[in-house]
C-alpha cells in the first residue's frame, strides 16, 4: 500500500530525467581535423651514467630498477650476474647486488648493499622504492623482508638489525 503512493513520485522524477536535456553544459564536442601524424620529441641528455669499463661504480651488471627521491638523485638497482649456485639446500643466484647514488648533476655519490645474510645484506632481492627523503626500502624474499637504508645508505632496519 506504501508502494502505490510512491509510484507517482517515482513517474514523475522518471520524467524529468527524460526530459533534460541530452547534452550536459559541462561536455564539450571536440572536432578532429587531419590525420594522425608522428611527434618528433626533443629529448635534452642532462647527465649520463655508465660505462663498460671503469671503476665497480661507474659499470653495471643488470639494472632491474631506478628511482629519484625529492632532491633528483638517482638510485639505481644493480645485480650482478653470477648465474646459478647452490647454498645449503636452495638454488640461489650468484653475483652481488647493489644500490648506486648519483647526485642530480649526475656525480657518484655512494653505494650500499651486498649478497649475504646479514644485516643490510640482501638475499634474493627483488625490487627496491625510494621515499621524498632518500630512505631505500630493498624488498628481500630471502630474508622475508623489508631493509631499509637511510638517505646516506646506511642500514637503518632489518633482519639483524
Known sequence: ???SRFAPIQSLLLMAVLAAPSTLPAQEIVEVTGRDRPIEPAFEEVYRVGVLEG????MFAS?????FDAEGNLYIFDGTTGGMRVEGMRLTRGGAVRVLVFDAAGRFVTEFGS???GPGEFNQPVGFAVLRDGTVVVSDV???AYQLFDAS????HGPGG
Open 1 to 3: 500500500m506504501n508502494a
Open 55 to 58: 671503476e665497480s661504480w661507474e
Open 63 to 67: 639494472v632491474g630498477q631506478v628511482a
Open 115 to 117: 649478497s649475504g645474510g
Open 142 to 144: 630471502g630474508h622475508r
Open 153 to 156: 645508505g646506511d642500514f637503518a
